[in-house]
Structure formats: structure tokens, C-alpha cells
């Protein structure tokens, strides 16, 4: 059974960071694209960041770009983000994800509750 726990959110004054981490467990996540959504009050869930892990590349969101950086550490199966600059429009809860490579199907964690105050 996969298991995604985030964990590292919390409240921050504007410009300052965070670093999100999301530990997967119950699969070998080699092959798996990781990546986290976020969701504000009111409003849909988008994407945020995301890393494949065979090929190490990375994707991000134009708002966070220059921003935030994802990175992981496939030997512990955990997938950070680092977010830098913050802002309060980065206030949301945030998920991460894991894509299996073969079915598509994604997994989410919980998700951890990011506030940035001005």
C-alpha cells in the first residue's frame, strides 16, 4: 500500500521559505514522477512542482518558478520542496503526489498546511 506523509509546512512571514518533505513508502518509487499540488481556500487544485525520478528531470509551475525547487533523495524515497520568496499567494495546503509509471494512477498524501502572512 503507497504511502505519501508530508510534513515541513507551517506559518512563515512573506519573503521568507519552507522546505516541504513528502515520504513514500509501500512501492520502489524509481520510476514514479513525485510532485506536489497545492490548494488555497476557494479555489481548485493545481500544480506546483514536479521530478521524474529516472530522469531527474524537473517541472515547475510559472508561479513558482525561480522560487521553489524540488528535489529528492530516491535512496530514502523523499521528495522535498524548497520554497523561497514566499508570498501570500502561496498560502494552501499542500499535497504531494507520486504517478505510477505504467497506470497513470496517482497517489496523495494528506497534505500540510502552508500560511504566509504579509
Known amino acids: 500500500q503507497v504511502q505519501l506523509v508530508e510534513s515541513g509546512g507551517g506559518l512563515v512571514q512573506a519573503g521568507g521559505s519552507l522546505r516541504l518533505s513528502c515520504a513514500a513508502s509501500g512501492r520502489t518509487f524509481s520510476s514514479y514522477t513525485m510532485g506536489w499540488f497545492r490548494q488555497a481556500p476557494g479555489k481548485e487544485r493545481e500544480f506546483v512542482a514536479a521530478?521524474?525520478?529516472?530522469?531527474?528531470?524537473?517541472y515547475y509551475a510559472d508561479s513558482v518558478k525561480g522560487r521553489f525547487t524540488i528535489s529528492g533523495d530516491n535512496a530514502k524515497n523523499t521528495v522535498y520542496l524548497q520554497m523561497n520568496s514566499l508570498t501570500p499567494e502561496d498560502t494552501a495546503v499542500y499535497y504531494c503526489?507520486?504517478?505510477?509509471?505504467?497506470?497513470?494512477?496517482?497517489?496523495w498524501g494528506q497534505g500540510t498546511q502552508v500560511t504566509v502572512s504579509s
Open positions: 521530478v521524474t525520478w529516472r530522469t531527474g528531470s524537473t
Open positions: 503526489t507520486a504517478r505510477a509509471p505504467s497506470s497513470g494512477y496517482d497517489y
